[in-house]
Protein backbone atom coordinates (compact mmCIF):
# COMPACT_ATOMS: atom_id res chain seq x y z
CA UNK A 1 0.00 0.00 0.00
CA UNK A 2 0.84 3.28 -0.53
CA UNK A 3 2.59 5.59 1.83
CA UNK A 4 1.79 9.03 0.78
CA UNK A 5 0.58 12.63 1.53
CA UNK A 6 -2.88 11.61 -0.20
CA UNK A 7 -2.72 8.13 1.59
CA UNK A 8 -2.92 10.71 4.53
CA UNK A 9 -5.15 12.77 3.51
CA UNK A 10 -7.54 9.79 2.33
CA UNK A 11 -7.14 7.69 6.19
CA UNK A 12 -8.04 11.28 8.05
CA UNK A 13 -11.39 11.24 5.47
CA UNK A 14 -11.67 7.71 6.85
CA UNK A 15 -11.31 6.45 2.93
CA UNK A 16 -7.92 4.88 2.52
CA UNK A 17 -9.25 2.19 0.51
CA UNK A 18 -9.09 4.32 -2.55
CA UNK A 19 -5.75 6.02 -1.90
CA UNK A 20 -4.28 2.85 -4.85
CA UNK A 21 -6.34 4.00 -6.91
CA UNK A 22 -5.77 7.54 -6.24
CA UNK A 23 -2.12 7.14 -7.45
CA UNK A 24 -2.31 5.42 -9.86
CA UNK A 25 -4.72 7.47 -11.64
CA UNK A 26 -2.01 10.21 -11.21
CA UNK A 27 -3.31 12.05 -7.82
CA UNK A 28 -0.37 11.40 -5.56
CA UNK A 29 0.18 15.31 -3.96
CA UNK A 30 -2.25 17.84 -2.66
CA UNK A 31 -2.23 20.02 -5.39
CA UNK A 32 -3.50 17.44 -7.98
CA UNK A 33 -6.14 16.85 -6.06
CA UNK A 34 -7.24 19.80 -5.43
CA UNK A 35 -8.62 19.74 -9.15
CA UNK A 36 -10.74 16.70 -8.32
CA UNK A 37 -14.15 16.79 -10.18
CA UNK A 38 -16.95 14.43 -11.04
CA UNK A 39 -15.34 13.31 -13.82
CA UNK A 40 -11.83 12.08 -12.10
CA UNK A 41 -14.08 10.54 -9.35
CA UNK A 42 -15.59 8.19 -12.04
CA UNK A 43 -11.86 7.50 -13.08
CA UNK A 44 -10.77 7.06 -9.58
CA UNK A 45 -13.77 4.63 -9.37
CA UNK A 46 -15.11 6.13 -6.16
CA UNK A 47 -19.16 5.39 -7.07
CA UNK A 48 -20.48 5.83 -3.14
CA UNK A 49 -22.42 9.53 -3.13
CA UNK A 50 -21.78 9.88 0.75
CA UNK A 51 -17.80 9.22 -0.28
CA UNK A 52 -17.44 11.79 -3.31
CA UNK A 53 -19.17 14.30 -0.64
CA UNK A 54 -16.43 13.54 1.55
CA UNK A 55 -14.15 13.95 -0.79
CA UNK A 56 -15.77 17.12 -2.52
CA UNK A 57 -16.40 18.71 0.45
CA UNK A 58 -12.34 18.12 1.48
CA UNK A 59 -11.40 19.39 -1.43
CA UNK A 60 -13.13 22.60 -0.89
CA UNK A 61 -11.55 22.99 2.42
CA UNK A 62 -8.10 22.30 0.75
CA UNK A 63 -8.41 25.59 -1.80
CA UNK A 64 -9.92 27.48 0.80
CA UNK A 65 -6.97 27.01 3.50
CA UNK A 66 -5.01 28.12 0.09
CA UNK A 67 -7.11 31.57 -0.50
CA UNK A 68 -5.91 32.16 3.24
CA UNK A 69 -2.81 31.44 2.81
CA UNK A 70 -2.17 33.33 -0.26
CA UNK A 71 -2.45 36.88 1.28
CA UNK A 72 0.50 35.92 3.71
CA UNK A 73 4.04 36.38 2.53
CA UNK A 74 7.66 37.92 4.49
CA UNK A 75 10.44 38.83 3.52
CA UNK A 76 13.83 38.41 4.29
CA UNK A 77 15.51 41.57 3.56
CA UNK A 78 16.30 43.75 6.69
CA UNK A 79 13.64 46.92 7.85
CA UNK A 80 14.82 50.45 6.23
Not at 7 to 28: C, H, I, R
Not at 38 to 67: C, M, N, Q
Request: aromatic content about 8%; hydrophobic content about 35%.
Amino acid sequence: MCTNIVYEWLKTLQLPQYAESFVDNGYDDLEVCKQIGDPDLDAIGVAVPHHRRRIHEAVRRLKEADERAAGLYFTLEPPP
